[in-house]
């Protein structure tokens, strides 16, 4: 271990830059799907650590192809 960091790990594909930060998708309990800001710890080529998600959400890991805010 070289480093020891707080946070949670996320595939590097969930997280994506907006004009408001770094964020990501995620399933609300009433399968509504949210933006949510997270600030990113570190990470190498594959995961992320980032803070302000908690365990047990669920994070949309391939944001490109979900359909959010999107008119079509």
């Known amino acids: ?3 020891i960091y707080r946070g949670l790990a996320v ?3 969930a ?3 907006t004009t408001e930060g770094n964020q990501v998708l995620i399933y609300t309990f009433d399968q ?3 933006l949510r ?3 990113i710890i570190e990470g190498t080529n594959d995961w992320i650590i ?3 998600i908690d365990i047990g959400d669920q994070i949309i890991v391939n944001p490109e192809k979900a359909n ?3 008119n079509e």
Do not use: A, D, M, Y
């Open 1 to 3: 271990i070289k480093n």
């Open 50 to 52: 980032v803070n302000n």
């Open 15 to 17: 997280v994506f830059k």
């Open 37 to 39: 800001n997270v600030e």
């Open 32 to 34: 509504e799907v949210k």
């Open 11 to 13: 595939p590097r594909s």
């Open 68 to 70: 959010f805010g999107r």
